[in-house]
């Protein structure tokens, strides 16, 4: 042991108390490494954005398709929004509350504070449907 030392690092005796410490395990999960394949919820983000796509597309077909597309896009954007609010929740009440009343606070929770990747393509499909919609026509009487 060094001279100004209190604790023996070898066999943990303190010189003040004159007492061992005991060790202490502790359990440290370490994070599992990326997979390099394509998960689950990226297939669905892809299926998703592709039946949203085609919807888009009919929607300029006659008004019925045009409401299919937003009635499927309102859908889709509330889903989302509801898992953002759930995992802001999972972070803290004050992060979950502030994500499910504030729409631009929602936006930087997903992209700046989540480490969730499907949430964040889900969630940039969910803002690429709302501005879409805006482009759709309605009520042409068709």
């Known amino acids: 042991m060094q001279l100004d030392a209190i604790i023996c690092t070898a066999c943990g005796f303190n010189l ?9 395990v502790m359990n440290v999960a370490l994070p599992k490494p990326a997979s390099s394949g394509m998960g689950m919820g990226n297939i669905i983000a892809i299926a998703v954005f592709v039946v949203l796509a085609v919807l888009f597309g009919l929607a300029f077909t006659s008004d019925s398709m045009a409401t299919i597309f937003q009635i499927s896009a309102a859908v889709f954007v509330v889903i989302v929004h509801i898992m953002a609010v759930v995992s802001a929740f999972q972070d803290g009440a004050g992060t979950g509350v502030m994500t499910l009343f504030c729409f631009p606070y929602a ?7 989540s480490d969730n990747p499907t949430l964040k393509v889900l969630y940039s499909i ?17």
Do not use: C, D, S, W
Request: proline residues 6%; charged residues 20%; glycine residues 12%.
């Open 16 to 24: 003040r108390t004159g007492k061992k410490i005991q060790p202490q």
């Open 126 to 142: 969910a803002l690429l449907i709302r501005i879409a919609g805006f482009a759709v026509p309605m009520g042409r009487g068709e």
């Open 107 to 113: 936006i930087y929770y997903v992209y700046a504070r």
